[in-house]
């Protein structure tokens, strides 16, 4: 592997998330698909998919990106998974750590209902991570087409707020399972493409400015 990607292998129980929550649908998808890979092709994505992290407090690795991923990897049993560090902050107490993390927009410590949140409330592993259907939503919506994939950090999560007034969580539930009925998604894609969602990353319907 490259040198200069300052690649580390570590333990996936070690990595220390830097967000509350996780769309479950996206995990059980993940899970899935593993399932479904063969060992050689179960060693491929674990070389080409690299956890981004901060290297934080007590020298543990805060990833910044792949949660839904580094929890499926830790329900399926995987043991070790490779961290790309962006930034050493191991020196930093917990306090000036957080404020540089949020300067960064490399922590979301929103919970399931959307609320703001102390950092010292954003769980220390994995698969302690809550569900939001919401975020599950705002992700199958990004899937179908509904809005482009945006590279501002959290994007999906902001979509995630936009619907959690529009859609009762009782209506995200299918047949008691993590997946999400086809009739929310469909409607929430068309939510996405009006012009009340304009001011959301990767937002692609028609502006009502365009029709004067």
């Not at 593993?34 to 990833?63: E, M, T, Y």
């Not at 409330?121 to 179908?144: H, M, N, T």
Request: hydrophobic letters at 40%; charged letters at 20%; one cysteine or more.
């Amino acid at each position: 592997m490259p040198a200069q990607q300052h690649l580390e292998q570590v333990s996936v129980s070690d990595l220390r998330p830097t967000q509350m929550t996780v769309g479950a649908a996206e995990v059980l998808l993940k899970r899935s698909q593993w399932a479904q890979l063969k060992s050689k092709a179960r060693d491929k994505l674990l070389l080409s998919h690299w956890f981004p992290a901060v290297k934080g407090p007590q020298g543990r690795f805060f990833i910044v990106d792949h949660h839904h991923l580094g929890q499926a990897l830790m329900s399926e049993a995987v043991k070790n998974v490779w961290v790309m560090q962006l930034a050493d902050l191991s020196e930093q107490g917990a306090q000036m750590f957080w404020r540089v993390m949020e300067f960064h927009h490399w922590a979301h410590p929103y919970d399931e209902k959307g609320r703001r949140c102390e950092f010292s409330q954003i769980p220390q592993q994995l698969s302690q991570l809550r569900d939001d259907p919401y975020r599950s939503l705002a992700g199958e919506v990004r899937k179908a087409g509904g809005y482009a994939k945006d590279a501002s950090p959290y994007a999906e999560f902001l979509w995630a707020d936009f619907y959690r007034p529009l859609f009762r969580k009782a209506d995200l539930r299918s047949n008691g399972g993590f997946g999400l009925p086809e009739s929310a998604v469909v409607e929430a894609v068309a939510l996405a493409r009006s012009v009340k969602a304009q001011f959301l990353p990767g937002w692609s319907g028609v502006s009502s400015s365009l029709h004067k």
